[in-house]
């Protein structure tokens, strides 16, 4: 045996990391932009043809939000001892059928069961999902991993938003539906499958004295629901007013299309947050961070509802914003492990990220209620600048 023997296999190893990595991301890129995004453009194309109110195709959509944060719950616990190729996959196919139910539906609980059907597929393929295998996988390199899985997964909107918007310029909602379910499985699936463990290696054993969290102990301190608060508050302040984005731009006098390009530039601004998230203090207490973003969107989110123009600047700040939500979804997927350690994670994460992702699931319908009950999506932004200030005031307990 050569004594180059070791090192090849080390390099060998290397590419086999980068190579699940970028498939990884790959899948995140398509996963967000189809199972998601797709559906926030053309949500005002499918109220305009079937009659439909907005915010009722946007409660549909958000329906299959909270399902996919009830079963994120028992998919984090899959993915800490079961076969993450085979959950994954699976959740790539789940989405897509729930696409074709979404394009065949005629009337509203149709439409809805679609969407329930597509966030069970959510959530075994979005960003918890990802977040489990990564933390398992990566360990103590896991903050470099999401980070470059997020910065992937941020350009979902900056691709998807013009593209879908393109398909819906040439073929009804219905048909742009069902090329996006093909456009799913066909990539997805077969980046799930061959990049993912079949099954996890054995842990190492923990330390004698290395204190065991588990979901029990977890929620029953306080420190985990000052976590859960505030970061209930800021992803909801900022999932309200960035995914209204559109009507808000269109408030403002944009044209649709313009305003659709502000969107996919929001998700340019997603991926400089996440750039950004690399230089906070990490090295600090795990509330910094919290209660930076919780700032940060107070500010932003203030700025979009009192600025009325001219476009060029609302779209800056609508960058800024989605900076400030990219940098939020890090320090979401670290909160667990940086204050429980990483065993159990899936576990864990599951209970935590749940009742964030029902209550941003709300958030694309959010946007529209407040504004009509407000009389603009003015003073709904508003109102979500000062629930943002609520995190703030939280972070600190964290």
Do not use: K
């Not at 933390?135 to 998807?160: C, I, K």
């Not at 306080?222 to 995914?243: C, H, N, P, Q």
């Not at 795990?286 to 123009?309: D, F, H, I, K, N």
């Not at 700040?317 to 670290?334: E, N, P, Y």
């Amino acid at each position: 045996m050569s004594a180059d023997a070791p090192a090849d296999g080390v390099a060998l190893a290397a590419r086999a990391g980068r190579w699940r990595l970028a498939a990884l991301s790959g899948g995140q890129v398509i996963s967000w932009g189809i199972l998601y995004y797709a559906l926030i453009v053309a949500a005002p194309v499918i109220a305009a043809d079937t009659g439909w109110a907005l915010t009722t195709v946007m409660l549909a959509f958000s329906a299959g939000l909270v399902t996919s944060a009830i079963a994120g719950v028992l998919v984090g616990r899959w993915l800490d001892r079961s076969s993450p190729r085979l959950i994954m996959t699976g959740g790539s196919v789940v989405g897509a059928v729930g696409l074709v139910i979404v394009s065949s539906a005629h009337d509203v609980p149709w439409f809805v069961l679609g969407w329930i059907v597509v966030g069970s597929g959510q959530s075994a393929v979005l960003y918890q999902a990802a977040f489990t295998v990564i933390t398992r996988r990566h360990a103590a390199d896991r903050r470099r991993a999401m980070t470059v899985v997020t910065l992937a997964g941020g350009l979902a909107s900056t691709v998807f938003a013009p593209v879908v918007a393109g398909l819906l310029s040439v073929l009804d909602w219905r048909a742009a539906m069902l090329v996006l379910a093909a456009v799913l499985v066909v990539t997805t699936t077969p980046l799930h499958w061959w990049s993912l463990e079949r099954v996890w290696p054995p842990r190492p054993p923990s330390p004698a004295d290395e204190p065991r969290h588990t979901v029990s102990t977890v929620l029953r301190t306080r420190r985990f629901w000052a976590l859960e608060l505030s970061m209930i508050a800021v992803a909801a302040s900022l999932y309200s007013v960035t995914l209204a984005i559109i009507p808000l731009s269109t408030e403002r006098g944009m044209t649709y299309e313009l305003a659709a390009w502000g969107l996919g530039l929001l998700g340019a601004g997603q991926v400089l947050g996440r750039v950004l998230y690399v230089a906070l203090p990490h090295a600090a207490s795990p509330w910094v961070p919290l209660a930076l973003t919780a700032a940060a969107s107070a500010l932003t989110l203030g700025l979009l509802a009192v600025v009325p123009g001219p476009p060029w600047l609302l779209i800056l700040i609508g960058i800024g914003a989605g900076a400030v939500r990219g940098a939020q979804t890090l320090v979401q997927g670290s909160a667990v492990a940086d204050r429980w350690g990483t065993r159990d994670y899936g576990a864990i994460n599951g209970a935590f990220a749940a009742p964030i992702t029902a209550v941003t699931a709300v958030g694309p319908a959010l946007g529209p209620v407040l504004a009509v009950a407000t009389g603009s999506y003015a003073m709904m932004g508003l109102l979500a600048a000062a629930l943002a200030l609520v995190g703030l005031a939280l972070a600190r307990l964290t």
